[in-house]
């Protein structure tokens, strides 16, 4: 059996997070591993519907992804979270959870060029007051302690961003 | 990679479903398997937190623990899910996600036999009309039409039951 981890990605609303997943999906594909990304919307079609955006739904979610990574991650999976997850206790709890082979990747971009790019209008509507509970404007994010990667999107593209995440599993022995 | 299956047991409250779950995971780890069960505790504590016992919640329940038991079967996992999923259409679209692995077990019992044996008192209660939507006495319980496997808690030892399973399971392949 393959050795099983759970990338997990942390970042506020259109750092790069689904888009580095991608990038990394492919590459571990290439190496035959069997890739899950579980990312908002596979989570809130299938785990979370119903779930708001207050700290306590919040919680809620990440701790439900966590769950599903950690029996994944013991089958030998190689998961690929992509959820905001503001908070660094809950991330600690999904650390505790799922043990061995949690790798916690810091998607780190200035909130200027977040507003700046703002892809989907909402940062604006954020800015304007329209939005309650968006991270990083109307609600906190937590920056990671002491992730194993910090990618800076801003400064990086896809590709050196994932070379750097691949580095590090390739570090611990799990790929 | 192990072959991937899920054991889907359904049945009403008491008929067997966690004491075979607990039988067929000790057998199936004394084979080597990695086993993960979702029952309903596991579930509502992880995976559906708030939800009720309304059709719509059931649904959304069952759809979860098929979700995550779809996802463990892809990577060689032996998944046993114990909960209740009273309804046809719902264990079909557990089918569905699931797709090859999936072994419907029928964990059937007289509604007699359960309302003798009644361990919690649960049948009671419901049959005073107490609990609303207490399947088999206020709200439906669906037969299954087709299962792979029948096993009768009244009539069988519960070793003769895992053994059904487990001779299904070695018939297609699986184990």
């Known amino acids: 059996m393959a050795q099983g981890f759970t990338v997990w990605m942390t970042g506020m609303s259109g750092a790069g997070k689904s888009t580095i997943a991608a990038q990394l999906t492919r590459e571990l594909e290439a190496r035959g591993r069997l890739?899950?990304?579980?990312?908002?919307?596979?989570?809130?079609?299938?785990?979370?519907?119903?779930?708001?955006?207050?700290?306590?739904?919040?919680?809620?979610?990440?701790?439900?992804?966590?769950?599903?990574?950690?029996?994944?991650?013991?089958?030998?999976?190689?998961?690929?979270?992509?959820?905001?997850?503001?908070?660094?206790?809950?991330?600690?709890?999904?650390?505790?959870m799922i043990g061995p082979g949690f790798v916690e990747v810091y998607v780190r971009c200035p909130i200027e060029e977040l507003t700046r790019r703002d892809?989907?209008?909402?940062?604006?509507?954020?800015?304007?007051?329209?939005?309650?509970?968006?991270t990083g404007v109307s609600d906190?994010?937590?920056?990671?302690?002491?992730?194993?990667?910090i990618v800076d999107t801003h400064l990086e593209t896809v590709g050196e961003s994932t070379a750097k995440i691949i580095a590090a599993l390739e570090q611990r022995g799990y790929i």
Request: aromatic share 8%.
């Open 119 to 134: 892809v989907k209008g909402l940062y604006a509507k954020a800015l304007r007051g329209e939005i309650a509970n968006f």
């Open 35 to 96: 890739v899950d990304v579980l990312d908002g919307d596979i989570v809130r079609t299938h785990l979370s519907k119903g779930l708001g955006f207050s700290k306590e739904d919040r919680d809620t979610n990440i701790l439900r992804i966590a769950f599903v990574a950690s029996l994944l991650t013991r089958h030998g999976a190689a998961v690929i979270t992509a959820a905001i997850s503001p908070y660094i206790e809950t991330r600690n709890q999904a650390r505790e």
């Open 140 to 149: 906190p994010y937590e920056e990671p302690e002491w992730p194993e990667v």
